[in-house]
Nanobody, 116 residues
Framework: QVQLVESGGGLVQPGGSLRLSCVAS?????????MGWYRQAQGKQRELIAR???????MYADSVKGRFTISRDNPRNTVYLQMDSLKPWDTAVYYC?????????WGQGTQVTVSS
């Protein structure tokens, strides 16, 4: 069964932290070398913000560099995103998927809202 299940979002004040988790089916987790976290803010296109290779090498978009940390647990087919020093413009629905993506399938995402 093909699936991506994101969790861990919520409402947080500016400067706060959240940790997102994504459990993927094995077929997705191993389809490409990298897994990524993406986000889509209201009215904007989905964007890649972080990715990690199967050996743990991360890369980040400039907008999150130094604040977010991506990690993965290969035996558990799970990818994490630790988000610190959150800012209002981090508000979006967050998704995980392969990088690059290999299909049009996406999970339901998890909403992150940064607001005082």
């Amino acid at each position: 069964q093909v699936q991506l299940v994101e969790s861990g979002g919520g409402l947080v004040q500016p400067g706060g932290s959240l940790r997102l988790s994504c459990v993927a089916s094995r077929s997705i987790f191993t389809a490409t070398v990298s897994m990524g976290w993406y986000r889509q803010a209201q009215g904007k296109q989905r964007e890649l913000i972080a990715r990690i290779t199967d050996d743990g090498t991360p890369m980040y978009a400039d907008s999150v560099k130094g604040r977010f940390t991506i990690s993965r647990d290969n035996p558990r087919n799970t990818v994490y995103l630790q988000m610190d020093s959150l800012k209002p413009w981090d508000t979006a629905v967050y998704y995980c998927n392969n990088w690059p993506t290999v299909s049009d399938y996406w999970g339901q995402g998890t909403q992150v809202t940064v607001s005082s």
